[in-house]
């Protein structure tokens, strides 16, 4: 039962137990009118009291999900937007236990998104959360709490692409902010796994990095880079931002080139950035 479930409760049996000593105080006493007349604006003034505090209740009630979803999910997908699908679906009645795994799409997942995209005419309702799924479940979670009302932090660059970068690229990742958001973290993911990159980070705005410039290097191709608000500060809900990128095979260095010249038998060396002739016959 939510908080505000459990003050509606609370309000009506608070007003049961006014209306059952008013009725048994007025036949057995007999009051007069005048007594009854201020007996019942008693119990209107606390009616009101009660009203507006449940709808103080429900103003401050946090949103379902403080993200808006900028990716497609699906089964193996990994990430914070993953636990705020499954909020967001076991808040229109498909539940989705997430705690065995969190951050983790899996077949639970499918299972009740595929029941969700089926009651919301979403076809094929195949548990893929595409574009046509996102659109829908933004403009359902829109209508909660105003997005500007939360700290929230938005990829200006490489937002919706899947750039492929070289190990040893120096990167310039730009985001903007709403709200107060005095300092980020940067990271990115591959699989079950966060690589930090900076936290908390100042808020300037951008960050470079120098692709594979963290400790253990990188193990893969494919990752997803993520900007969220530190919320070291005592920030509860946050919305963030994230983008797919890949990451080329590392080409070798090679510090030089031996060769020998057959007919002299002189072994030679080429080092970077020497230009050479080589002519003769039986090539």
């Given at each position: 039962m939510s908080r505000s479930?459990?003050?509606?409760?609370?309000?009506?049996?608070?007003?049961?137990?006014?209306?059952?000593?008013?009725?048994?105080?007025?036949?057995?006493?007999?009051?007069?009118?005048?007594?009854?007349?201020?007996?019942?604006?008693?119990?209107?003034?606390?009616?009101?009291?009660?009203?507006?505090?449940?709808?103080?209740?429900?103003?401050?009630?946090?949103?379902?999900?403080?993200?808006l979803f900028t990716r497609d999910l699906a089964l193996g997908s990994v990430g914070q937007d993953v636990t705020c699908l499954q909020k967001a679906l076991t808040k229109y009645g498909y539940p989705v236990d997430g705690g065995a795994k969190p951050e983790y799409f899996g077949s639970e997942t499918k299972t009740a998104l595929s029941a969700w995209q089926a009651a919301n005419g979403i076809a094929p309702a195949s548990g893929y959360f595409g574009p046509v799924s996102r659109a829908k479940m933004n403009a359902l979670l829109a209508q909660q709490v105003p997005q500007t009302?939360?700290?929230?932090?938005?990829?200006?660059?490489?937002?919706?692409?899947?750039?492929?970068?070289?190990?040893?690229?120096?990167?310039?990742?730009?985001?903007?902010?709403?709200?107060?958001?005095?300092?980020?973290?940067?990271?990115?993911?591959?699989?079950?796994?966060?690589?930090?990159?900076?936290?908390?980070?100042?808020?300037?705005?951008?960050?470079t990095w120098t692709v594979g410039d963290v400790k253990g290097g990188l193990n893969g191709n494919r990752y997803v880079m993520w900007v969220c608000p530190n919320t070291k500060g005592?920030?509860?809900?946050?919305?963030?931002?994230?983008?797919?990128?890949?990451?080329?095979?590392?080409?070798s260095s090679v510090a030089s080139i031996s060769y020998v010249v057959a007919k002299a038998g002189v072994k030679n060396e080429i080092y970077p950035g020497e230009i050479i002739s080589i002519f003769g016959n039986n090539f």
């Open positions: 479930s459990r003050f509606f409760a609370k309000a009506a049996s608070m007003f049961c137990g006014l209306v059952i000593a008013f009725t048994v105080t007025s036949t057995t006493h007999a009051q007069s009118i005048a007594e009854l007349q201020a007996m019942i604006a008693q119990l209107t003034a606390q009616i009101a009291a009660l009203q507006s505090q449940v709808v103080g209740l429900q103003e401050t009630s946090p949103a379902i999900c403080s993200t009302s939360l700290p929230s932090v938005s990829f200006t660059t490489f937002a919706g692409k899947e750039p492929l970068w070289k190990i040893g690229d120096k990167i310039t990742l730009k985001w903007s902010t709403s709200g107060d958001v005095p300092a980020v973290d940067v990271f990115f993911r591959q699989g079950d796994s966060s690589t930090m990159l900076a936290s908390p980070y100042k808020n300037t705005g951008s960050f005592g920030v509860k809900d946050a919305q963030c931002s994230s983008f797919d990128f890949q990451v080329g095979s590392q080409t």
